[in-house]
């Protein structure tokens, strides 16, 4: 969770998984937390791009929105990549495939219109007390924040040579003289999959870590040391014990 607070509110955002048909329990465990989530939270926002052309993927969302009372939100995103006389067809496409509380074009790149969306939001939300200090940004612990920071340098430097079948573990976490040491290892399914993550003499993870590096100096405002390792785990997203120990679990 993410956390947002204005002079007009507060505003806590839950970022949910993506919505799809499930292949193996960890996306079983994925699209259940999903859409549970639509009917626990005061509005859902459905984030997606200027296109006209709305898929299988799109239109099964969309089914699930139908089955929630809870107001959606459009928020249309990269407004900073098309022509403003091509958002209109994109807007008028989804309109006519849901009935949307709001439609909020956005670039979040730009940050052009995201003020626009925080009123919007605002609107939809009850009123009640302050839930966290104005200086809160997540509720969430370092090491699961630092673990997801990995795995997504990961994935986008793997630019998709690899689908989303890797966890990230954090073995040691440890401030020494004003810096922190960071062990994680990389989780992937296959041995190739490993060759791919690691790269020709170690160039692909060397690259992860430096990026990965870079945004957790940025969130911990400090030094760090940041060691990675590969490992396989043969099917660990259909294992119930693997899950747990990479945090992907149910309330009990």
């Known amino acids: 969770q993410t956390v947002l607070t204005t002079e007009d509110g507060q505003i806590v955002f839950v970022d949910t998984p993506g919505i799809h048909k499930a292949k193996n329990k960890l996306g079983e465990y994925m699209v259940n937390i999903a859409e549970r989530s639509l009917n626990e939270v005061d509005v859902v926002l459905w984030l997606v791009e200027p296109s006209t052309f709305i898929g299988a993927g799109e239109r099964h969302i969309i089914d699930q929105l139908k089955r929630v009372k809870t107001p959606v939100i459009l928020v249309i995103n990269k407004i900073d990549m098309v ?3 091509d958002l209109l067809p994109a807007i008028d496409t989804y309109r006519k495939e849901y009935d949307f509380a709001d439609i909020v074009p956005v670039s979040a790149r730009s940050g052009d219109n995201t003020d626009e969306l925080v009123k919007v939001i605002l609107k939809y939300l009850p009123y009640g007390p302050q839930f966290y200090d104005e200086d809160t ?3 969430q612990p370092e090491r699961q924040i630092v ?25 040691r976490m440890k401030m020494e003289r004003k810096v922190m040491h960071i062990d994680a290892t990389i989780i992937c399914e296959r041995d190739s999959h490993k060759g791919i ?4 003499q170690g160039s692909m993870l060397k690259k992860i870590g430096s990026t990965a590096r870079y945004e957790i100096e940025r969130m911990l405002d400090c030094k760090v040391n940041l060691k990675l390792w590969v490992k396989v785990q043969k099917n660990w997203r259909d294992s119930d014990y693997m899950m747990k120990n990479f945090g992907y679990r149910e309330d009990e």
Do not use: F, M, Q, Y
Request: glycine residues 6%; proline residues 3%.
């Open 83 to 85: 022509k403003k006389e």
């Open 147 to 171: 673990a997801e920071l990995i795995r997504e340098k990961a994935l986008h430097c793997l630019n998709e040579e690899i689908p989303h079948g890797i966890a990230v573990a954090i073995d």
């Open 137 to 139: 940004v997540t509720d």
């Open 197 to 200: 993550i690691i790269g020709k």
